[in-house]
């Protein structure tokens, strides 16, 4: 008993114990720095969203690079005349993001997509975009043409007759709302700004107080803010890194996302309202904790289950070991026992309940070899396999039924109580065997002569009761088959007996 009581202390009480320990540990570690890992990993979105805007920018502007270069082998390959430029630069114009397109010449004779030509040395910038080398970006207040500010993209052309060709790509309000919808993903109070390097404003989403054209962004939102953070963070930017910091912008505090649009020298700076960010990394806390728990009940769960399978464990051994003798000992035509299982069971039985009474039925089916014959074996398997299926419907469960041989079964039914029970359950085997038929079709009407022996009386032991059972399938084959008959003639008046007796008389003569 001390020994057993060890064993339970090991196998249960100490790992409940184990698993106390870890959960409550678990659940004080997680609640201390989740919210900061929920903080963190809200932020971390939120300069992924600001990447995947910057990205847009330069996918727009690498399009428009992508259209151009293929116009620009055009012009070199056909060596344009300036007065046919226009027709080149109108289809740039037309399948890229570009508002505007121009030729430049070697003259510093310019020609628009439109059509209209002027010196380029009237655009106040034009020294300084064509300065870049071989090419590059840069950003105009006004084009000097439509009056728009934009994005000036130079692309050489590197022939004999042409400079290279000019990109404009919109960079005002609307358009930077239309491709950075953070003010539609997080709310009305959001806005973005896009400065170059030092911090110089080129562009805002909307108008914000305090934000100026051409101010330094620096400057705008250092009052109020920790310079030294924000000496950190321009440090990053000029850098060209990605990140996020806390600022006072105005009256209301917002996390800045900062995040190089590439290719370009810009920076996209993303602005959103703190306290909406804060509701939004509250709900996320909430659900981490609600996963948390079910995390932990998941443990607690897994700890019952554990304990469970160790209890239910001897019970799946034991019941696969007995599904494993139940396929070896059962029929694999008919489903029921097989001839050895059927035999062993039924010994088992009497000798374990000798004085108790039971009978056995040894039936065999009539003409089984005619029906190969003329129906086919596979007709005969079904036969087999629907007698099979159905017989056991007449019996208890606790009765053994089993196939002994080919054509014959044998049913062994337990504790019958009274004698009288015994020529009952023969009638349920007749009623049965008279309604007995097979086919989907055209509907085979089976017949069977059966024996039956009653125990202890017929036989104490198997061998002589199989004898007795045997011995009154003879009878009813003599008899005409398509009936039962006991092995002690118990179902029959002493007329009935010799009357079926002399009858057998005469058929064995004929037979001689």
Not at 186 to 198: E, G, L, N, Q, R
Not at 337 to 344: F, M, S, V
Not at 425 to 432: D, N, T
Request: charged letters at 30%; hydrophobic letters at 40%.
């Amino acid at each position: 008993m001390k020994d057993e009581w060890k064993r339970f202390l090991l196998q249960w009480v100490l790992p409940v114990v184990i698993f106390a320990v870890i959960m409550v540990f678990m659940f004080a570690s997680f609640t201390a720095n989740i919210k900061q890992e929920t903080v963190t990993s809200y932020e971390e979105d939120m300069v992924v969203a600001s990447g995947e805007y910057a990205e847009g920018i330069t996918s727009s502007i690498r399009r428009m690079e992508a259209v151009a270069e293929a116009l620009i082998d055009v012009i070199v390959d056909n060596n344009l005349a300036d007065f046919g430029a226009s027709d080149v630069l109108r289809p740039l114009v037309k399948n890229s993001d570009a508002y505007m397109a121009l030729l430049v010449a070697e003259n510093d004779k310019v020609v628009t997509d439109e059509g209209r030509s002027f010196l380029g040395t009237d655009l106040s910038y034009f020294d300084s975009v064509i300065s870049l080398s071989p090419k590059g970006i840069s950003f105009v207040r006004d084009d000097e043409v439509k009056g728009d500010p934009a994005l000036v993209v130079k692309m050489p052309v590197n022939d004999s007759v042409h400079k290279c060709v000019l990109l404009y790509y919109p960079l005002n309000p609307e358009v930077v709302r239309k491709l950075v919808t953070v003010e539609k993903d997080a709310d009305d109070s959001s806005f973005c700004v896009i400065t170059d390097k030092d911090g110089k404003i080129l562009v805002t989403s909307k108008e914000m107080p305090g934000f100026n054209n051409d101010s330094n962004y620096w400057d705008d939102i250092a009052s109020g803010n920790n310079s030294s953070t924000l000496k950190r963070v321009r440090t990053r930017v000029v850098s060209y890194l990605s990140g996020s910091f806390e600022a006072v912008i105005g009256k209301t505090d917002y996390i800045v996302t900062y995040t190089p649009i590439k290719d370009t020298g810009y920076i996209l700076m993303t602005s959103y309202n703190k306290l909406n960010v804060d509701k939004d990394e509250n709900r996320q806390y909430r659900s981490s904790i609600k996963r948390l728990q079910w995390c932990l009940a998941v443990m607690a769960m897994f700890i019952i289950v554990i304990t469970f399978i160790q209890i239910v464990q001897n019970y799946i051994t034991s019941k696969n070991n007995t599904e494993l003798k139940d396929k070896a000992d059962t029929d694999q035509l008919t489903g029921l026992k097989n001839k050895l299982a059927t035999e062993r069971e039924i010994k088992e039985y009497i000798e374990d309940h000798p004085d108790t009474l039971g009978m056995l039925f040894v039936v065999d089916i009539d003409n089984f070899k005619k029906i190969n014959d003329t129906m086919g074996h596979a007709f005969g398997d079904e036969v087999l396999r629907e007698l099979g299926r159905n017989i056991g419907i007449n019996f208890r469960v606790s009765d053994i039924i089993g196939r002994s041989g080919g054509d014959e079964f044998m049913i062994f039914l337990k504790n019958l109580k009274e004698e009288q029970n015994t020529l009952r359950e023969a009638q349920k085997l007749i009623y049965f065997f008279r309604h007995f038929q097979v086919g989907d079709y055209v509907k085979y009407s089976v017949t069977a002569s059966i024996g039956a022996a009653v125990f202890p009386t017929n036989g104490a032991d198997f061998e002589s009761l199989y004898k007795a059972a045997d011995a009154a399938v003879y009878k009813s084959k003599k008899r005409g088959k398509n009936q039962l008959s006991f092995y002690d003639d118990r179902d029959r008046t002493p007329e009935e007996v010799a009357e079926a007796d002399a009858h057998l008389i005469d058929i064995t003569r004929k037979e001689e």
